[in-house]
């Protein structure tokens, strides 16, 4: 499932390595934070992002054969600005043993939203999946997250599920939405 660098739009995606574990560690509780820490508790942002983010856990998924990190990098910025993990692995019942690809997480800089990174992460999304066959793609996110879940209707996503997702000792709800590719 890997990747080449490309440029498009003045952004830059290449691959993630062993090497990048620190930049996604940061840009991963960044941008995590700036997306979900106004509307929860410190306490529970704490709780997950203290087992979710750390150097170890970064590390052991850019590792992992079921999986693929993106970075997004634009001009004048020496980090990146976005990424995206896609993963394989962990399908849902209700996808009927589809052949499936999940964008597990995409996040960019809120100071970048509306700069075409997440339009450009999400192309590459796509064409990956386009590329090895999927049949389908899918993601889970949150039902208060209404930009995220606009973004993603956009892109032809339409909601199928719902699951739990626990934040710090707080149970939420997680849209799975889906965009059939063949």
Not at 74 to 96: F, S
Not at 97 to 126: N, P, S, T
Request: one cysteine or more; proline letters at 2%; charged letters at 25%.
């Amino acid at each position: 499932m890997a990747t080449q660098a490309t440029s498009a739009e003045g952004i830059h995606i290449r691959q993630a390595t062993e090497k990048d574990a620190s930049l996604l560690l940061d840009l991963s509780a960044q941008t995590f934070n700036q997306a979900f820490g106004n509307q929860n508790s410190c306490d529970n942002m704490t709780a997950y992002m203290a087992s979710a983010f750390t150097q170890d856990q970064i590390l052991e998924e850019i590792k992992s054969p079921s999986s693929i990190f993106l970075m997004a990098y634009i001009a004048g910025y020496e980090t990146p600005v976005g990424y995206t993990k896609l993963r394989t692995g962990k399908t849902p019942k209700e996808l009927k043993g589809a052949k499936a690809l999940e964008i597990h997480r995409i996040y960019v800089l809120q100071e970048m939203i509306g700069h075409g990174v997440g339009k450009a992460l999400m192309e590459r999304c796509l064409a990956i999946a386009q590329r090895e066959k999927y049949e389908v793609i899918w993601l889970g996110v949150w039902e208060n997250n209404t930009r995220a879940i606009e973004f993603y209707k956009k892109w032809g996503f339409k909601k199928f599920s719902s699951h739990i997702f626990r934040l710090g000792t707080e149970d939420q709800t997680d849209y799975l939405m889906k965009k059939e590719l063949l």
